[in-house]
């Protein structure tokens, strides 16, 4: 079976950290700059993303992240560079286009933000199971069914990947034709798609009665599988966290009100 | 059917086992959408039926439960910021579906019309604040930068920008919603009737 998660365990401190931790470092390394201002700490932003990754072991697989949206980081520097509404100093000439220097700097930001955004994230998603989050969030006050619904998004999704395969095989030996043209890509759409979610919605009716026969809707209390093995320093690092984004909110308080 | 019943939700089991389908129904349009290299998303097909099967709230949880859920664990963490998006096509698509706009098929057309509305004006704010008013549309991203050459606005920019993508991406998907459910079987779709009443015989 095929996952859509793209944890790995792979042995390092990394993985054994909390995810909360995880998510207020995102928060802090998002919101911190943010509220900062200036482009540097950016710039010191994805460098710590960087040097976590690289100790996590996990720089590689995020890079292959950052690779996807790499394409609309290029678009923004051209359509930025070229046609920005504040462009007046010319930066540099390529031929007879000419890149401007404020629409360049605008795409510099905002290529930063992703690029930031997109790594942050990557250790998180690098290195935390999708179960063990939704079993945290559990533990910590969250409704069962809220973390029934995450941990079993990842197992309806090969499932239905599955009968995919099965369903776009069944079609093509019959004869559609699922490559060539635009509007015959279209049509091959509806036969495609429909038996998959129409089979997958029928199954829910199944499911949601096996679900209930097991006692899904009790109110009593529940055990857990697994427990949660705490790793040092989670709570510490934590607060040192939520401390950086209030010191960085007073500071911008501060030269606002001076 | 009054005003209140339109907000009425079951939240019994089989309306928690629709929003991980959803989810998935969403994920699968997008992996289609990408085989057969469609210049559209298709990622709101699962939103739309968990809206008319459950009602506008399972709709917007099946919204931003998706873009969420994918945003924190399958790395594209861009989706995240359009959860916004998803939770309030999810929340129109059923208030529409709930005022009897998905039985016939011109009345699915307005609903569709109506989420393309909605995703334009939820999304094309999002668009400026985090990208400088793009989509990351190869089309729509080519009318932004026309418009942007012939110097209009940005906001005018980035609102062309999403209407060349959202509004044909949103016709297209409740049109496949509507071929859907009216396939699915009825004792499939009494599961979320909320209009039901249980009869006594005794």
Redesign the interface.
Known sequence: MRS????RDNGTWLCRVHPFTKLAYILAVILVPLLLGSLWAYAAAIVLDICILISGKSLRRARA?IIF?FT?IV??F???G????DNITPAFSLGPVVFYQEGLM??LR?GA??IN??LS??I???TSK?ED?ADELERHGFSP?LS???A???S??PQ??GT?DTITDAQRSRGME?EGK?SQ??K???P???P???T??????E??IA??VRG??SKGKRSYLSPWKKHRGDRAMTIVLLLSIAAAAAWRLASWLS | MTGKSIFRTKFDVASIVLIPACIGINYIGKLFASALKLPLWLDSIGTCIGACLGGPIIGGICGAANNLIYGLTTGDSITLIYALTSLFIGFFVGIMARAGFMKTFPKAIITSLVAGAVAIIISTPLNIIFWGGQTGNVWGDAVFAASQAASLPLWLSSLFDEIIVDVPDKIITLILVFVILKALPDKLTALYDAADEVERLD
């Open positions: 859509i998660s793209l944890y992240l949206s609309i678009t923004i051209l359509i930025r070229l046609f920005d509404a605008k795409a905002t933000v992703i955004m997109l994230f990557s998180l998603v690098l999708p989050i069914r029934y619904v995450i079993s998004v990842f309806i999704i239905m990947m995919m699922t635009l890509r279209m091959a759409f509806i495609l798609i429909t998959v979610v129409t997958s919605l029928i199954n829910t009716r499911r949601a679900l209930e899904f809707g």
